[in-house]
């Protein structure tokens, strides 16, 4: 089976601090995705990977940056935390990220979730 | 762009009820389908999915059927349990045409099931 984790699954910080969020992943998938998930907003992706050393911004990166230096990391980072970056945030994976023939996908398999709050 | 809506919760069923979750969407080409579920407390899992119309996607009891002509993928359940209390995602896949872009999902339908 495969398995996504993530280094915390409850995380306390203060306004200002530099806050890292680890995801790790065991199957040796190409991508990876950080999403964070708010009441009534769904899944937002902030950013996603498809290779190491590479990155793709997604939907809401502002405040956000990740770092892949290894297949199987994938690190979102916050520089200076802010209150309304209190969140669910999940990490997945998978073979691809899109269709390549005939709109096939590989399936997304996430995380635990990490529930940040920042004070 | 590719978006997906999916019926605005709570839902909530008494034990043994019929479940439908409506899941629309927009997408250009031929998108795969998927149905996600988050437990209380866990990350998102795959439930099912289609990736061609007019297939059924099945696992648990529930199922969802590739309907092209509506653009349409609900959710079904025949006879729901306690168990079954859990956030449901519907998600798409775009085409292959459509560039190396990852899956867009909707909002999400809360579903809580009374004893």
């Known amino acids: 089976d495969v398995k996504v984790t993530q280094s915390s699954r409850y995380l306390v910080k203060r306004t200002g601090e530099k806050v890292f969020l680890e995801c790790v992943q065991d199957?040796?998938?190409?991508?990876m995705f950080w999403y964070r998930q708010d009441p009534g907003l769904g899944l937002r992706l902030i950013y996603f990977?498809?290779?190491?050393?590479?990155?793709e911004k997604g939907d809401i990166p502002e405040g956000y940056s990740v770092s892949r230096e290894k297949k199987e990391r994938f690190s979102l980072i916050l520089e200076s935390a802010s209150t309304n970056q209190t969140s669910m945030y999940l990490c997945?994976?998978?073979?691809?990220?899109?269709?390549?023939?005939?709109?096939?996908?590989?399936?997304?398999?996430f995380g635990p979730g990490t529930r940040l709050t920042v004070l | 762009g590719d978006s997906v809506t999916q019926m605005e919760g709570p839902v909530t069923l008494s034990e043994e009820a019929f479940l439908t979750i409506n899941c629309t969407y927009t997408?250009?080409?031929?998108?795969?389908l998927f149905w996600y579920v988050q437990y209380p407390g866990e990350g998102l899992q795959l439930l099912l999915k289609?990736?061609?119309?007019?297939d059924k996607g099945s696992n648990k009891g529930f199922e969802a059927t590739y309907r092209k002509e509506t653009t349409s993928f609900h959710l079904e359940k025949g006879s729901v349990q306690v168990s079954d209390s859990a956030v449901y995602f519907c998600?798409?896949?775009?085409?292959?045409?459509?560039?190396?872009?990852?899956?867009?999902f909707g909002k999400g339908t809360r579903l809580s099931v009374i004893a």
């Open positions: 997945a994976s998978s073979l691809l990220a899109g269709g390549f023939s005939g709109g096939s996908t590989d399936t997304q398999y």
């Open positions: 998600a798409l896949s775009p085409s292959a045409n459509s560039g190396n872009t990852p899956l867009v």
């Open positions: 289609a990736t061609k119309a007019d």
């Open positions: 990977s498809y290779d190491v050393k590479m990155k």
């Open positions: 199957m040796d998938h190409e991508n």
């Open positions: 997408a250009t080409g031929y998108p795969s």
